[in-house]
Nanobody
Framework: QVQLVEPGGGWVQPGGALRLSCNAS????????MSWYRQAPGKERELVAR?????????NYADSVKGRFTISRDNAKNTVYLQMNSLKPEDTAVYYC?????????WGQGTQVTVSS
């Protein structure tokens, strides 16, 4: 049974930082590209960042988060991270961890990130 558990959300002031983590189980974690998506109120879900399973972990980012967010993975711990710096109110959303392609599994509840003063 595939499980992706995402602790680490919360509230932060603009300009602050937060690190999300995603603990995976039920599949061979090191074999899959992993990604973070987010969905803000009233908006469609969007891909935030992706890290490959090979090639030293090649990464891709949405233009809106480039230079501020960093995705990484620890295959020994079956965990993928999203370090979010210089947070903006528009980063407020529910964040989801997914293995790729995202249609492999159903969407979980995600973790809420709120950026406000």
């Amino acid at each position: 049974q595939v499980q992706l558990v995402e602790p680490g959300g919360g509230w932060v002031q603009p300009g602050g930082a937060l690190r999300l983590s995603c603990n995976a189980s039920g599949f061979i974690f090191s074999s899959y590209t992993m990604s973070w998506y987010r969905q803000a109120p009233g908006k469609e879900r969007e891909l935030v960042a992706r890290i490959s399973s090979v090639g030293g972990g090649n990464t891709n980012y949405a233009d809106s988060v480039k230079g501020r967010f960093t995705i990484s993975r620890d295959n020994a711990k079956n965990t993928v991270y999203l370090q979010m710096n210089s947070l903006k109110p528009e980063d407020t959303a529910v964040y989801y961890c997914k293995r790729c392609p995202p249609n492999l599994d159903s969407w979980g509840q995600g973790t809420q990130v709120t950026v406000s003063s």
